[in-house]
């Protein structure tokens, strides 16, 4: 089983350059999340999906977009990089649409640095 | 609104020492509680939960942690530690308040001396 799989692993953008990471699952999960890893802040939410069709900003959004494009697929798209967004991105996904008492399924991450 | 505390970034423990890894949160409302760890280069993996009834949780790897609502308390223990334990855990809490969000802390790394 694959769970969670994103692209690219690592990419180096410059500023005011653009980029999608992509993220798909193969769990048949409903909900999908991207997160921010940065050092001492734990992970902190960008977007969240609760299910296909709806998306809905976390603690994080400015700067970024998402796209459920279907149940398995749910990219985030910086449009504008800056050197704030350097950090490392993980999706992940739950079975239930009600998040509070479902696990998480991350994948590995994306590692970004925006010079 | 629900928080979540890990006292300390970093903790060393030798190979074969009781590991405590200590989680304190808040909320408003009865609380899910969650420990997760990440190996290097890897993302979180599912330790152990706490939902509802029993208050001492077993998880993977012989970790459990008590949920004590009196001193708002989700700590995370080993008995005895292993050098493949050394990673960076973190407690994640969440609440059946409609927010579709896990609140995490900041983690901690655990190294283990040999």
């Known amino acids: 089983n694959a769970g969670v799989t994103q692209t690219p692993k690592f990419q180096v953008l410059k500023t005011g350059q653009s980029m999608t990471l992509q993220c798909a699952q193969d769990m048949n999960h409903n909900s999908m999340y991207w997160y921010r890893q940065d050092p001492g802040m734990g992970l902190r939410l960008i977007y969240y999906s609760a299910s296909e069709g709806t998306t809905d900003k976390g603690e994080v959004p400015n700067g970024y977009n998402v796209s459920r494009l279907n149940k398995r697929e749910f990219s985030l798209r910086l449009e504008s990089a800056a050197p704030s967004q350097t950090s490392v991105y993980f999706c992940?996904?739950?079975?239930?649409?009600?998040?509070?008492?479902?696990?998480?399924?991350f994948g590995n991450g994306t590692r970004l640095t925006v010079t | 609104a629900q928080s979540v505390t890990q006292l300390g970034s970093h903790v060393s423990v030798s190979e074969g020492a009781l590991v405590l890894l200590r989680c304190n949160y808040s909320?408003?409302?009865?609380?899910?509680l969650f420990w997760y760890v990440q190996y290097p280069n890897q993302g979180l993996q599912l330790l152990l939960k706490y939902t509802t009834g029993a208050t001492l949780v077993k998880g993977i790897n012989g970790f459990e942690a008590e949920f004590k609502k009196s001193e708002t308390s989700f700590h995370l223990t080993k008995p005895s530690a292993h050098m493949s334990d050394a990673a960076e855990y973190f407690c994640a809490v969440s609440t059946p308040s409609g927010t579709y969000k896990y609140i995490f802390g900041t983690g901690t790394r655990l190294k283990v001396l040999a």
């Open positions: 992940a996904s739950s079975e239930a649409q009600r998040t509070y008492n479902s696990p998480l399924h």
């Open positions: 909320s408003s409302v009865p609380p899910y």
